[in-house]
């Protein structure tokens, strides 16, 4: 039997999906509008439907761009002790 995809699932769901983002960050995002939102009884849920256009948007504006090299880890440097 396959398993039926949810259309909207709770914010602690949601911040699992986008990689463990705090609720805080789901709750800003659906304030800004990224999200499709709506009250059940006093569950907020969001749609998947809205979840996966902000992934496929934030591809689309990073398709192409290569990581640029930070600085990196600093090296270890060796140090001398002085003995007395």
């Not at 914010?11 to 709506?38: D, K, M, T």
């Not at 880890?73 to 002085?82: A, F, G, S, W």
Request: charged residues 35%.
């Amino acid at each position: 039997m396959s398993e039926i995809e949810p259309f909207a699932v709770r914010v602690s769901e949601a911040s699992r999906l986008e990689g463990n983002c705090g609720r805080a960050e789901i709750h800003r995002r659906i304030n800004a509008g990224e999200y499709e939102s709506y009250l059940d009884g006093r569950r907020r849920l969001i749609t998947l439907r809205s979840i996966r256009a902000r992934q496929e948007r934030l591809l689309k504006e990073t398709a192409g761009s290569k990581r640029r090299a930070g600085p990196g880890r600093p090296k270890k440097t060796r140090t001398t002790e002085i003995t007395a």
